[in-house]
C-alpha cells in the first residue's frame, strides 16, 4: 500500500471538507503530489498539485475554492475543499503528480467519497 486518502464525507452544498493522504514509500519524498478525483463514466481528473517546494497549480473548476498543501516530515498531503458544490461530488485519490511529469505515478488507494448534497 503505498497512498492512504481519508477525510470525505457527506456535506451540504457551500459546506467544507478537508481531505488527507499519507503516503508510503518512495511516491512521496521529492515529487509533487495531486489529488484527482473521479466520477462513474468520467476519467479520473487531477484538481490540485503541489511540488516538493510548496509550488500549487489548481484546476478551474475548484480554483479559488480548494487548497493544496504538504507536511514533508510526515509524509503527507491535504486537500482543504471550502464552498462545495454538488459537482465536487466524487471520489477523490492521492498520488504522484504524473500529469505535469513532476511526480511519479503510483499504486493507486481506495481513495474517500466525497458527496455535496444540494
Known amino acids: 500500500v503505498q497512498l492512504v486518502e481519508s477525510g470525505g464525507g457527506l456535506v451540504q452544498a457551500g459546506g467544507s471538507l478537508t481531505l488527507s493522504c499519507v503516503a508510503f514509500?518512495?511516491?512521496?519524498?521529492?515529487?509533487?503530489m495531486g489529488w484527482y478525483r473521479q466520477t462513474p463514466g468520467k476519467q479520473r481528473e487531477l484538481v490540485a498539485s503541489i511540488t516538493n517546494s510548496g509550488r500549487t497549480n489548481y484546476a478551474d473548476a475548484v480554483k479559488g475554492r480548494f487548497t493544496i498543501s504538504r507536511d514533508n516530515t510526515k509524509k503527507m498531503v491535504f486537500l482543504q475543499m471550502n464552498s462545495l458544490k454538488p459537482e465536487d461530488t466524487a471520489v477523490y485519490y492521492c498520488?504522484?503528480?504524473?500529469?505535469?511529469?513532476?511526480?511519479?505515478?503510483?499504486?493507486w488507494g481506495q481513495g474517500t467519497q466525497v458527496t455535496v448534497s444540494s
Open positions: 514509500g518512495s511516491i512521496f519524498s521529492g515529487n509533487a
Open positions: 498520488n504522484g503528480d504524473y500529469v505535469h511529469g513532476s511526480g511519479i505515478r503510483g499504486s
